[in-house]
């Protein structure tokens, strides 16, 4: 037996804090910031694949530049980027601007587990545990981008 999440529990994945956004397909945009450059760009071309324009970032000062030039709707930050101090760069992130209507989504880790009420106190609007089905992260952009509303 191990501790690993059943697929569909929410431990694996949830979305807290539903918004929707009703933009035109060439103009959704989604950043994601991984410490993992193979599994951000693999993100990245299974995104623009479901016809969510994706970009990848490896590290907070790409994070920060991305944000602020190319304003993101989406971001799905792994928990590691900038280090787990007290989560200051979603917090950042929330400061900024464009933040009103962006969705934040945690990429957390599976071990050691990160509290989801300290994932939520941080800002953040969801989260996704390592590893995660692409599915489950495609359906949360298909939610938010409200698809089945924009032809």
């Known amino acids: 037996m191990n501790k690993r999440a059943y697929e569909s529990s929410t431990a694996q994945c ?3 804090n539903r918004r929707q956004l009703r933009v035109e ?3 959704r945009r989604v ?3 991984s410490t993992e450059r ?3 760009e693999s993100l990245v071309k299974l995104f623009d694949l479901k016809g969510f324009p994706a970009r990848f970032v490896a ?3 790409s ?3 991305g944000v602020s030039e190319w304003h993101p709707h989406v971001l799905f930050i792994d928990t590691r980027i900038g280090g787990c101090a007290h989560y200051a760069l979603v917090r950042e992130l929330r400061a900024h601007p464009d933040d009103a209507t962006r969705l934040v989504v945690a990429m957390s880790g599976f071990l050691p587990e990160e509290p989801l009420a300290v994932l939520k106190e941080a800002g953040y609007d969801g989260h996704c545990r390592r590893p995660c089905p692409v599915w489950q992260m495609t ?3 298909d939610e938010y981008f409200a698809c089945h509303l924009v032809r």
């Open 14 to 16: 949830a979305l807290w």
């Open 38 to 40: 193979a599994l951000g």
């Open 139 to 141: 359906d949360i952009l």
């Open 25 to 27: 397909r060439e103009a």
């Open 63 to 65: 994070l920060r530049q």
């Open 59 to 61: 590290d907070v000062s």
């Open 31 to 33: 950043l994601v910031a």
